[in-house]
T-cell receptor
Framework: AQRVTQPEKLLSVFKGAPVELKCNYS??????LFWYVQYSRQRLQLLLR??SRESIKGFTADLNKGETSFHLKKPFAQEEDSAMYYC???????????FGTGTRLQVTL | DTGVSQDPRHKITKRGQNVTFRCDPI?????LYWYRQTLGQGPEFLTY????????KSRLLSDRFSAERPKGSFSTLEIQRTEQGDSAMYLC???????????????FGQGTRLTVV
């Protein structure tokens, strides 16, 4: 069975502070990991995926297979980063996504 | 807007009634997914199609739920004899399944919020 755990429902940080949103997964095989973001009143959209190894809007995430983690990081939080963040996993064949319960990031002045 | 569109955006229905939702995917996308999201939870997979073939169904999809994708274009999700526990946001997503790096990105619609009273 595949499972994604996001331990924090809410993460509140000050503008300019570093951000780390935690994600742990369980999957018997080689998963693909994603971070999706949902800004207020907008649809869910892909932020980044581990196979691309890119930085999007200053966010990065490294897949750690030993710790089965895919934490999302940003060195300096911005107000516009406030949103709901979901970690998700897909198995081989690019079929269904299994989502975590999400973490709401609140960036305050 | 050329993204995934869902209709209606909101639906209020009485317990026991049938409801049908529609999803129009991005036109060239061959995969279409349905998810359900309840308060405080992430989206949960219900079913997906590749073209017109329904390839996987979650155990969440009881006998009262049926999904179709005639001709591999739009899809409908029908819930028969609705129950209060069916109240949720129903999300549709589409993707393009080829053997490339970009073929796993799922694009989501804005969802249909169902309230069963």
């Amino acid at each position: 069975a595949q499972r994604v755990t996001q331990p924090e429902k809410l993460l509140s940080v000050f503008k300019g502070a570093p951000v780390e949103l935690k994600c742990n997964y369980s999957y018997s095989g080689s998963p693909e990991l994603f971070w999706y973001v949902q800004y207020s009143r907008q649809r869910l959209q892909l932020l980044l995926r581990h196979i691309s190894r890119e930085s999007i809007k200053g966010f990065t995430a490294d897949l750690n297979k030993g710790e089965t983690s895919f934490h999302l990081k940003k060195p300096f939080a911005q107000e516009e980063d406030s949103a709901m963040y979901y970690c998700a996993l897909s198995g081989a064949g690019a079929s269904k996504l299994t989502f975590g319960t999400g973490t709401r990031l609140q960036v305050t002045l | 807007d050329t993204g995934v569109s869902q209709d209606p955006r909101h639906k209020i229905t009485k317990r026991g009634q049938n409801v049908t939702f529609r999803c129009d995917p991005i036109s060239e996308h061959n995969r279409l997914y349905w998810y359900r999201q309840t308060l405080g939870q992430g989206p949960e997979f219900l079913t997906y199609f590749q073209n017109e073939a329904q390839l996987e169904k979650s155990r969440l999809l009881s006998d009262r739920f049926s999904a179709e994708r005639p001709k591999g274009s739009f899809s409908t999700l029908e819930i028969q004899r609705t129950e209060q526990g069916d109240s949720a946001m129903y999300l549709c997503a589409s993707s393009l399944a080829f053997r490339t790096v970009d073929d796993t990105e799922a694009f989501f619609g804005q969802g249909t919020r169902l309230t069963v009273v």
